[in-house]
């Protein structure tokens, strides 16, 4: 088996990303009824936010591929889940929600982000802009209700990853290396992702620009229940490098700058917001241990790349034992990952299982 594997592997190459031009098969047809989430109104928690030297979640990998289940939710401080499953996906959309401001619910406790990649003007970055909209709505709910059948115990929650700002090889007018989708067409996205029962991860790729400027343009779609945001830290340049030559890095203080306004956002609307961020080497996000865990803010390190199955497993297994751990992620390139593609049966049989699992 491939885990004993994973013990003889001394060393990994370095993984490259590469743009998608191919469309997966679907699974079979199958769907999922709304569930109604809510919880009892009970006095605020404290919303102050600790240092932490150690990964917020304790976590042990194994050798075997036994999961361990995650803890049904129960109606007590936590919300209530009924999933139902039944024989197609064309009615499947997301849960009602009741939400009490000043009093925010868990995310990916209860539900699990299973997401097409790509940016709406094209460009070939991923699955999602290979074929039209309704086309990927369609098939991305397919590939979530696989991961549903094999983990009842969270929502499998079908998810465009929309790329809303796009690293470029050469320098724009204002010399950034990057340029941004028009607000127009990213606001048309999540609006048809409330109507199609698909959530929305927002995804950065500033390369020059300041992330802050670059968060602000897109912060307001964020109080959206299902709508979640990412960085790419391949993507965070310095003045002097440039998407595709030099491999960017994110310093831990400008990711807790982002999660101090998710925290608030959070707090405002009545459920946690989910910030991701993708690595594949460790110097692209420089000292984890100053990672700060916001009580409202659930922290996705996604392990990124083109590579072997093997090779991404490695790397999933080591961001859960490092500092600022709270949730896993990981990414599938459908063209450029080596065969066999890591398929939901196994990532569902890792210890943790994955919160998040991005296509590309």
Request: aromatic fraction near 8%; hydrophobic fraction near 40%.
């Amino acid at each position: 088996m491939w885990w004993g594997v994973l013990l003889l592997v001394a060393c990994k190459p370095s993984p490259t990303l590469a743009p998608l031009a191919s469309v997966p098969t679907a699974a079979p047809a199958a769907s999922t009824a709304p569930l109604v989430l809510s919880r009892s109104p009970t006095e605020a928690p404290s919303a102050t936010p600790t240092p932490t030297d150690t990964p917020t979640s304790t976590v042990t990998p194994t050798e075997t591929a036994t999961a361990t289940p995650s803890p049904t939710p129960t109606p007590t401080d936590t919300p209530t889940v009924e999933p139902s499953i039944t024989p197609s996906t064309d009615s499947l959309s997301l849960p009602a929600l009741v939400l009490v401001p000043s009093q925010p619910i868990p995310y990916l406790e209860t539900f699990r982000l299973v997401t097409y990649y790509g940016s709406p003007d094209g460009g070939g970055l991923g699955i999602l802009d290979a074929n039209p909209r309704e086309v990927m709505a369609r098939d991305v709910r397919r590939m979530a209700y696989r991961y549903q059948v094999r983990s009842p115990d969270r929502f499998a929650v079908p998810a465009f990853h929309i790329v809303t700002t796009v690293a470029d090889s050469q320098p724009g007018s204002d010399g950034n290396y990057s340029h941004q989708v028009e607000m127009e067409i990213v606001e048309d996205w999540v609006s048809a992702a409330n109507e199609t029962g698909t959530a929305v991860i927002i995804d950065i790729q500033p390369a020059r620009a300041d992330i802050q400027e670059e968060y602000d343009r897109v912060k307001h779609l964020l109080r959206h229940p299902h709508v979640h945001l990412a960085l790419d830290s391949e993507y965070v340049m310095t003045d002097e490098q440039v998407p595709g030559q030099h491999l960017g890095q994110i310093h831990a203080d400008q990711i807790n700058a982002l999660q101090a306004q998710l925290n608030e956002i959070a707090l405002e609307i009545g459920i946690n917001r989910v910030l991701i961020v993708h690595q594949f080497e460790d110097e692209m996000v420089v000292e984890k241990e100053k990672l700060i865990d916001y009580p409202y803010v659930e922290l996705v390190i996604d392990a990124d790349g083109v590579s072997s199955g093997l090779i991404k497993l490695m790397d999933y297994f080591q961001y859960a034992e490092e500092p600022g751990f709270e949730y896993g992620g990981i990414k599938i390139f459908f063209k450029y990952d080596d065969e066999p593609l890591l398929a939901p049966e196994e990532l569902m049989q890792l210890d943790p299982p994955p919160a998040l699992v991005v296509y590309q």
